[in-house]
């Protein structure tokens, strides 16, 4: 076999190599997508809080959508699991590409006033650790905005 066809039969292989890698590591990340739900946050007339059951499990997460003016308060406080953990997002901010404007969990609760009008993104989660385990997280999360 010449020194061409080798380096020809390499590069081959190579490329079969690179291609079936590609794939598979596309299909383990299309099999193991994270759950993300998303709920709008409605308070019933006159109320300035709303408290809200929930649960998910492993590497999923809730989003929680709510409407706030700049110069408002907003307070978060999660009861339940241990695992359950919260980010606030500011209006544009996308969780997982943008900095927490705060965060909490159980026995640690957040209040701040907020930057901009818009609609504020609260992201119930937990660790990575619990996540990997795939433990399920119960949880009951209260936001209010004054």
């Known amino acids: 076999m010449s020194a061409m066809m080798k380096q020809t039969a390499t590069r081959s292989a190579i490329a079969k190599f690179v291609f079936a890698f590609a794939m598979m590591t596309a299909s383990a990340t299309a099999i193991s997508a994270d759950k993300v739900t998303t709920v709008p946050v409605k308070f019933a007339k006159g109320a300035s809080s709303a408290t809200i059951k929930g649960d998910f499990a492993g590497y999923d997460s809730v989003q929680y959508t709510l409407a ?77 905005i004054r």
Do not use: C, H
């Open 68 to 144: 706030a003016k700049a110069g408002q308060s907003m307070t978060v406080k999660v009861a339940g699991s241990t695992n359950a953990n919260f980010n606030v997002f500011a209006p544009g901010a996308t969780p997982g590409q943008a900095q927490a404007l705060g965060q909490g969990g159980v026995g640690s609760d957040w209040s701040g006033a907020l930057p901009a009008t818009g609609t504020y993104t609260v992201q119930v989660y937990q660790m990575r650790a619990s996540a990997r385990r795939g433990e399920k997280v119960a949880y009951t999360i209260t936001v209010g």
